[in-house]
């Protein structure tokens, strides 16, 4: 999923007064770190930590859109415009460059992939984490993974 497919609700919709003090508190907290600011209120603001700083979120080398860690080997795959650069191993089933894709296959050296309900596998450290979205936070905001340069 690209950052920039979100949706976010319309100031013009009319909102229940509970709904509308819920939504102002949630304005202040990004929908996928969860990082608590005052400032994203401001849009360009909130905008900006998408961009740069959210350790969910990563850009993509090869066509720069923001797309989550977590869908990111996915993202290689299918979504991108030059999604013909990567190929799926076999083994470790994450995205390799068709540059390296024939060494990665023949050496073997990758850690052989897990069912998603045992693992998932970050596409930056090449480590098993604890699946679903509470192991991606687990990795990526509260312990950082190693190779996020968001950290």
Known sequence: MCIRDRQQPSKQQKKQPEEEDKEEGEENVCEFCE???PEFGNGDYYDLHLWRECPILTVCQHCQQVVKISEL???LLEECDKKKLNKRCPRCKESVSVMEFDDHVEEMGCIPS???TVASRCP????DIPPGEEGWKKHLVKEGCPNNERD
């Open 124 to 127: 930056l450290c090449h480590q």
């Open 114 to 116: 897990k069912a998603q």
């Open 35 to 37: 990082k608590h600011d």
């Open 73 to 75: 080997n996915e993202h």
